[in-house]
């Protein structure tokens, strides 16, 4: 389900992926490793809380959440614009899921 959503989303900004299966791994550089994929070519999925909720934000693994751009771009304070925590995760969802697909090209709120 949250693949799909991720996925729908994807597809609709016209952004270019290709979903890769992959033994489980504690973070986007080991799964690059993994895959035996430049960590540019790998994407990790990190979800920010805001004033108006949550948001999906899909980085390169190699890249780091500007989140004082992100801040600038939503017009949000350090304390209303932050990454989620697990604890905020589990409250939002039923289920804690990682979502992550093979980056082609796109950037955002990056550094």
Known sequence: ???????RALDEAGVAYELL???HTESALAEAQALGLPADDVAKTLIVKTREGYLRAVV???DRLDERNLRD???????????ASEDELRRATPTSTSERCRRSGARGATR
């Open 60 to 62: 390169p693994a190699s």
């Open 73 to 83: 771009i939503t017009d949000g304070s350090k304390k209303e614009v932050h990454l």
């Open 1 to 7: 389900m949250a693949t799909e959503n991720l996925t």
């Open 21 to 23: 299966p992959h033994a």
